[in-house]
């Protein structure tokens, strides 16, 4: 039997930063990554999981194939009773010159793709997972030629459905929300100037993200009949709606690409580790995409177990240590996945109690700056709101303003 330090089952954005991730801190891994479809999204990738890619070198390896982000802007256009001004998040306000980027999965993929190549510690395999046995002193992967591999840690990063944590057993609690995702790219006649506008619908968010020139992606949250009809329009009444649905602020809108769909769904796993197994990515958490949380999370799990198996190198899948994974990652993971569930429901709410709250929560943010700041600060490092953002990330997108500095 081969044996490896590391196998990471799943070759998506999360399995492949895991794999590099672990090759570079000096562990002997192999990567389980069957060839998957070109993935049409963009991400936005914000602050700690930005200095994590950016420290593997995948940011400098995107070259002029990412935008920065330097404000987020938050309409209200859901028309109710009670309705939220506008908010700005800017980076500036906290002494950043941007949030992050946000760039194109296939770009993301090929910048990671480029650094892979360069690791000799990591062997890639295109090849399906079909088989884990856990056991006390090693984990063993059956790749789908046969070939078995031992390891001392398995990572499972093969997505929502996720095989490997089916065949250990880890149960997941699944739920849909009755919406749509239409995703898009377009291009467009005004400026973006670097920023985001979330336009908070009564069928959910309208997600515009700016890239390279005048061009943006967007995540469109509709009602499923709705989006069918949206994606059947003739691609230039889908650009006017779009323009329309933006108030004209990017001015014209040209639909570039094809349009894919996402049925919107969530799901809570029961725990995220086992003997000499971690969870990473989505196969330990999802939800809808709403406010670039998704492949940020999946990427702060990569960075916490690449530095806590670093810390306990002589056995790297150890209890203690997945102990420690499990702790480390359970309260950003849940709040996470609680604050983007309670955020999508009340836009679906027409109970006025809920839209009082939701509009009074956005209204404060608009007008206590301390309170803008600090969630400005926690989206982008949890745990920063009150203690400032760490020197690792300021490193990355730190402007020349002042703020406040936290020495790890
Ligand atoms: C419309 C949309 C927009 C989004 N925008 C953002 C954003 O701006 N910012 C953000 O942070 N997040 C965003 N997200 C969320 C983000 O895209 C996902 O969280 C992220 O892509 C998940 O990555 P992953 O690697 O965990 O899973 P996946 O991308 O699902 O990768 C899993 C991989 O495992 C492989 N696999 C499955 N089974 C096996 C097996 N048996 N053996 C080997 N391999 C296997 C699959 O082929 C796949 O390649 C968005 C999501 C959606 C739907």
């Known amino acids: 039997m081969q044996r490896r330090q590391i196998v990471v089952v799943g070759g998506g954005l999360a399995g492949t930063a895991t794999a590099l991730g672990f090759a570079e801190a000096g562990f002997d891994t192999l990567l389980a990554a069957p060839p998957a479809p070109e993935d049409k999204r963009s991400s936005a990738i914000l602050g700690r999981s930005l200095a994590f890619l950016a420290e593997l070198g995948i940011i400098e390896a995107l070259q002029d ?34 949030f992050g980027i946000n760039a194109l999965n296939a770009d993301l993929a090929a910048a990671l793709g480029a650094c892979t190549g360069r690791s000799d510690r990591l062997e890639i ?16 992967v059956t790749l789908e030629d046969g070939t078995e591999i031992g390891a001392d840690l398995v990572v499972a990063a093969d997505g929502r459905r996720s095989p490997m944590r089916e065949a250990a057993g880890i149960k997941a609690r699944e739920w849909r929300y009755p919406q749509t995702a239409i995703v898009l790219n377009f291009d467009h006649t005004i400026d973006h100037n670097a920023v985001s506008t979330e336009f908070h619908t009564r069928t959910g ?34 650009g006017q709606t779009i323009a329309e649905k933006m108030h004209w602020i990017l001015g014209d809108v ?14 809570k796993v029961e725990r995220l580790t086992d003997r000499r197994l971690a969870l990473v990515g989505e196969a330990g958490h999802a939800f809808p995409p709403i406010g670039a949380q998704g492949l940020n999370l999946g990427l702060r799990d990569a960075e916490a177990l690449i530095r806590l198996v670093g810390e306990s190198r002589d056995d790297p899948g150890s209890r203690v240590t997945m102990r420690r994974y499990e702790a480390a990652r359970r309260s950003d993971i849940s709040s996470r996945t609680a604050g983007v569930d309670m955020l999508n429901r009340s836009l679906l709410m027409d109970f006025l109690p809920v839209q009082a709250a ?27 709101g009150l203690t400032g953002l760490p020197r690792s990330v300021r490193k990355w997108i730190g402007g020349d303003h002042a703020g406040r500095d936290h020495v790890e």
């Open 358 to 384: 939701r509009s009074g929560g956005l209204t404060a943010m608009s007008l206590v700056p301390p309170l803008r700041q600090f969630a400005m600060r926690e989206g982008l490092v949890p745990g920063a």
């Open 205 to 238: 968010p309208f997600t515009q993200v700016p890239l390279p020139g005048r061009r943006s992606s967007l995540v469109w949250v509709e009602e499923p009949k709705l989006a069918e009809l949206y994606i059947d329009l003739k691609p230039e009444k889908l």
């Open 254 to 267: 040209t639909i570039d690409g094809p349009i894919a769909r996402y049925p919107l769904g969530g799901a």
């Open 125 to 140: 395999r295109e090849l399906k997972a079909t088989d884990l046995t856990l056991e006390e002193d090693r984990a063993v």
């Open 65 to 98: 194939r990412q935008a920065p982000l330097a404000v987020m802007r938050i309409v209200d256009d859901t028309g109710r009773l009670f309705r939220a001004p506008t908010v700005e998040f800017r980076a500036s306000e906290i002494g950043l010159t941007a």
